[in-house]
């Protein structure tokens, strides 16, 4: 099988929640209501394990037309939704893969870090201008849908993803989610540590995608008429390090950093999904999306909330105090998931998920080389604080150690 449920998850627990908020119309067609649908998709997502790591099959994708078809015929259990995962992915290793050049902007200003980033196999180019000639479909396209305006300020930089694809729709996606990574990485210097003020309606990003995203063939043309575009899309100031050495030099090594850590695939996986939560104008939904992203790297789809609080104190010498702060996001966050709560101070707990998440992922990055998989590192996070406790362990250990031998 091309994928699995996770071992010590129960994806049924997660597949009753969503079976709750499904709605299905007399013509057949499937929805999904709720805050709770939101969480629950999203945990689901961290629960499947697939073989390909290459981001080549647009795995969220994949899982959501494998809820809905399984939906439309039946109450969702985990072994119809595995095996309509299964068949999915079957059906789309049979096409080849096909070049093709995803334009796309971005609100940062020059210089840039670097002008070309070759990662995951794809190759993202930063323009100076405009797009080449060869490209100006990308403008038809989008003045031809005629309820639609894209109002991104023409300061953006210009991006052209080149990557390899079995579908349009995966050059797409395959494209954003490189792009992603290297906004989760930028963001780690360019965004505020928090805001007391302004707009609660203002993502917290500061480096954010144009509204537009078009795929195209290598000569230029549009590879379809459809386009992908930003929701949240907010205009916002183009970003410009105030100091560019150090915002480069930043980049460069938590970049080298992250791709010699052995279970580098997870970190970025929720990197993407930090900085995607970022980019959201409803802080409550921004909340539990980061949430979710702060889980799938301290407990991996358990949904076991004592394990994210006890292993995110654990960085910190004054660990019982921030115990106490994450118990209180923890509710809050529940709160918001449960009963649809919409609460003016969401905002200012995104910050603080922010500075949780972020000091994980630091932890992570400085131990490069010292844990071979997540599981390891989360195994160490969960040592006591107390010194006599630890020692205590320790001489437990070695004792079993004697034992064995």
């Known amino acids: 099988m091309n994928a699995n449920w996770k071992k010590n998850t129960k994806p049924d627990v997660v597949l009753k929640r969503i079976e709750e908020s499904k709605n299905v119309s007399v013509d057949g067609k499937v929805s999904f209501s709720g805050f709770g649908f939101f969480d629950a998709k999203a945990t689901l997502d961290g629960m499947v394990d697939f073989k390909d790591k290459s981001h080549s099959i647009e795995i969220e994708g994949v899982i959501w037309t494998a809820i809905s078809n399984v939906a439309k015929k039946q109450v969702l259990e985990k072994q119809s939704v595995i095996e309509e995962i299964n068949r999915l992915i079957k059906e789309e290793r049979k096409t080849k893969e096909t070049e093709f050049h995803v334009l796309t902007t971005i609100s940062l200003g020059k210089p840039f870090p670097l002008k070309t980033i070759n990662t995951e196999g794809c190759k993202i180019t930063f323009l100076n201008n405009f797009f080449p000639k060869r490209y100006e479909s990308r403008n038809s396209v989008i003045r031809n849908k005629f309820d639609f305006s894209d109002d991104t300020p023409d300061s953006y930089s210009k991006i052209i993803v080149s990557v ?174 449960h009963a649809g709560d919409q609460n003016e101070n969401a905002k200012f707990r995104c910050y603080q998920l922010k500075f949780y998440f972020e000091q994980l992922i630091f932890f992570h990055l400085r131990n490069t080389g010292t844990f071979k998989t997540l599981n390891e590192a989360n195994l160490f996070l969960d040592s006591p604080r107390d010194m006599t406790d630890l020692i205590n362990k320790k001489r437990l250990i070695e004792r079993a150690i004697k034992f064995l031998l």
């Open 164 to 337: 390899k694809s079995k579908s349009i729709k995966g050059a797409a996606t395959k494209a954003l989610y490189v792009i992603d990574i290297q906004r989760a990485i930028w963001s780690l210097l360019a965004n505020s540590s928090t805001s007391l003020f302004g707009d609660e309606w203002k993502p917290i990003n500061k480096i954010r995608m144009g509204r537009v995203h078009t795929v195209h063939q290598i000569n230029g043309a549009v590879a379809d008429e459809q386009f992908w575009y930003e929701p949240n899309f907010a205009k916002v100031d183009l970003f410009v390090a105030d100091d560019f050495a150090g915002f480069k030099k930043f980049y460069k090594r938590i970049f080298t950093k992250l791709n010699q850590i052995p279970y580098s695939y997870e970190l970025r996986d929720a990197l993407v999904r930090f900085v995607r939560a970022l980019d959201e104008r409803d802080q409550n939904v921004s909340l539990i999306k980061l949430w979710g992203a702060l889980e799938s790297i301290t407990c991996q789809g358990d949904a076991k909330y004592d394990l994210i609080v006890r292993r995110c104190s654990f960085l910190f010498k004054d660990s019982e105090y921030h115990q106490q702060v994450l118990e209180h996001l923890r509710d809050f966050r529940n709160r918001s998931v």
